[in-house]
């Protein structure tokens, strides 16, 4: 990509500094190449952080980067929904794999080595800022490699897309369910239509545990993406000031995180109490040990679902304490 690809790079260490959110400053990469906004998926997109909301599972590079993916896909040329879900899908194996090959692992806790919900943590992740400086290395490498995937995708889709309208050919539809996360985001908001159709491709690549790698469950990354909805904010448009304030709240709620009660209404706290109620309930956040089972395509997760009590709870139980935690 030559002076491109450092200036990429260089833009997504800035926006990482100016979010101070991963999972924001990866959507804020995309839109600024792909000149793609979508405000809606940059406010359900908050609470990934930290690997989703502090817990140090999936980086949220990672797992933004795949919402980045089936929102950019969503509108290309594909002969069907089907063939559009295995683009998603094959699009972010490729990413997430890179990743790991690239930096050893795609748990937050391994690659940063700190733990987000402790003030020994987070102190240690800004000083004396080696743990920050590897974040900013790795998201922009990482940005550059998912422009590169990217573009390609885009360039083989359009072609596809200029063949079929010669053709007099038209697709539409979207991706099959039950789905993981987008079930349980339709569970949550069953009414906002305006939405749904762009979060319903976004969301994707998240099923069966990130590309279906069995990270974390699908359902629960809907009922975080649904309280990101509620309760998240939009950082392109949102001042400095209010950034580092909602920093500062969101990581004050991580380090007090154990509330007796309800927790604040505010999308750090919200998200880490469904997040721990979550691993409570079901023994683990990731996929692959509740589901006891890999996954080799979309249709095979679908069918899975279809007859799995076990996953049938799950999504049930997210759905349920979703709606609840943002008064739906």
């Excluded at 599972?57 to 969503?74: K, R």
């Excluded at 369910?177 to 569970?187: D, G, I």
């Excluded at 209010?242 to 309800?262: C, D, E, K, Q, Y």
């Amino acid at each position: 990509m030559g002076s491109e690809g450092w200036a990429l790079r260089q833009r997504a260490r800035l926006n990482l500094l100016r979010a101070q959110n991963c999972a924001h400053a990866t959507l804020l990469s995309m839109e600024d190449v792909f000149c793609n906004r979508d405000p809606v998926l940059m406010r359900a997109a908050t609470n990934l952080e930290g690997g989703v909301v502090g817990c140090g599972e999936t980086c949220g590079v990672v797992s933004a980067g795949v919402l980045a993916i089936g929102g950019l896909l969503s509108t290309a040329g594909y002969q069907s929904p089907r063939a559009r879900e295995q683009a998603i899908q094959r699009v972010a194996a490729s990413y997430k794999s890179w990743f790991e090959g690239r930096f050893g692992t795609s748990l937050c806790r391994e690659r940063v080595q700190v733990d987000f919900s402790t003030a020994r943590g987070l102190l240690r992740y800004l000083i004396p800022g080696d743990r920050l400086l590897r974040c900013l290395e790795h998201i922009g490498l990482a940005a550059g490699f998912l422009t590169e995937r990217l573009r390609e995708e885009l360039s083989a889709a359009n072609k596809r897309e200029s063949a079929r309208e010669e053709k007099g050919e038209q697709a539409g539809g979207g991706p099959g369910e039950p789905h993981c996360t987008f079930t349980v985001l339709k569970m949550v908001y069953p009414e906002q239509i305006g939405f749904t159709d762009s979060l319903r491709w976004a969301t994707t690549g998240l099923a069966g545990g990130i590309a279906l790698t069995g990270a974390v469950c699908g359902a629960l990354l809907g009922g975080i993406l649904a309280i990101g909805l509620k309760y998240g904010y939009d950082a392109r448009v949102t001042s400095r000031a209010a950034v580092t304030a909602a920093f500062i709240r969101g990581h004050w709620n991580l380090l007090r995180h154990r509330h007796p009660g309800p927790p604040p209404r505010e999308a750090f706290a919200t998200s880490r109490f469904l997040a721990e109620r979550f691993q409570r309930q079901f023994g683990s956040m990731r996929c692959e040990e509740i589901s006891s089972r890999s996954f080799a395509s979309a249709e095979d997760l679908r069918s899975f679902l279809e007859s799995s009590l076990q996953c049938g709870e799950v999504l049930s139980w997210c759905g349920e304490q979703a709606r609840r935690l943002v008064g739906a």
